[in-house]
């Protein structure tokens, strides 16, 4: 009995002893295995696709396809097949621009530069912040106001162009993930960053928001780069109604199509949050096409929380004769009101009433009081974690 137990001990150890000699044998072959597995399943980490010269992205200032340097944007995979075009902005950057500094009067914004178009390309934002070192003036300080009063509250800037907000943001730590699609705001952009020295904290998409993944032609507003929009937007425009001649009459110019750009949906941002990413104010300034962007928002919404939103709400209005618009920004405001955001006036003073939104002013805010202080509301729940 004793004998029998002590043999079956001893073929189990020798069992285990024959295991492991396996393990030792073919250790090599195991732990490469094993690497290769852990590779594969990193792969679009690991091995970011880089893009070579196909990049479809159009200079506006030569006319011609760019030759994107190839280590500079790559791609990422995301896993409903859709693919994020990043912008690495650690490389370097030997553009030469000019970058004057932004004169906010807030004490704690000093030296932040800003690189900007040729003022007389870019009439409007490079040109107020070449002469007065400033662009929409109160809608920064309320968005600097709210970014001071809240913690731990990053920025996701939709239609970064020179990337004004997104540099006023990582001057308070934040991190930002900035989205837009013209390649020569992004290379500027990308200078501003590294001028600033704040590479760490931008996340820098070159793609264009939308309702789908496909790829669209970007009209170009001369003399305001900053004012380009998705040409889809003109096919929507009832034929007496395109959005050209609106363009037309505000600027004297033409828009012209210059540069095709692939989008993106809203919820697919959430697939490259770094990981602290739980609570941003978002900006979105793209042209009209935010009431679009909002039918693929809410994997966004569930998974962030927004205290705030900043819109420029006056080209929705514009266009809202549009073939389907009127719905399209019907549904954006209920989206919002269900998620119980309040429209304000950026003056931070005004409540304005969802119902009168075809006279609301250019730029809006949009709050949730449940979470930061609301004009006429003195209530400032749940400031940090
Ligand atoms: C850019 O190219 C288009 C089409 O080839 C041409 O019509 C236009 O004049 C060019 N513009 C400039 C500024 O060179
Ligand atoms: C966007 O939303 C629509 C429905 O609202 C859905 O059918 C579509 O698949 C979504 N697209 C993406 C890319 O998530
Ligand atoms: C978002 O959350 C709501 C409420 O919890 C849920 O009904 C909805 O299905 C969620 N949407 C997505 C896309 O996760």
Redesign the pocket.
Known sequence: MVLKYHRRLISTSLFIDEIMKLIKRYFIVITVFFLFYLAIINKNRLFPRLVFGQFHLISTESNQTVNVRQSQLYEHEIS???IITLYDVTQDNEWDFQCPKTQYNEADITDVRICIYDPQHDEHVSGQLNDHGKWEPVVVRSFLRLLRALPNTHVIDIGANLGLYTLLATKYDRHVIAVEPLYDSLIRLHKSIQINNVQHQVTLIANAIG???ERLALNIVDKNLGASYLSYLDQLAPSDKKLEKLVDEQHGIPPRVLAEVDT??L??LVSIYPIFFKRAILKMDIEGFEALAF??AS?LFNRTEIPAIYMEFGKLIEIKYHRGMMKKIEEMLSFLKKRNYEPYEVNDINHILYDNWESWPWDVAFRRCDICRCPGLEKLVGSAE
């Open positions: 409903n097949g859709g309702v789908k993944h993106i949906t919820d697919d039918s693929n994997v």
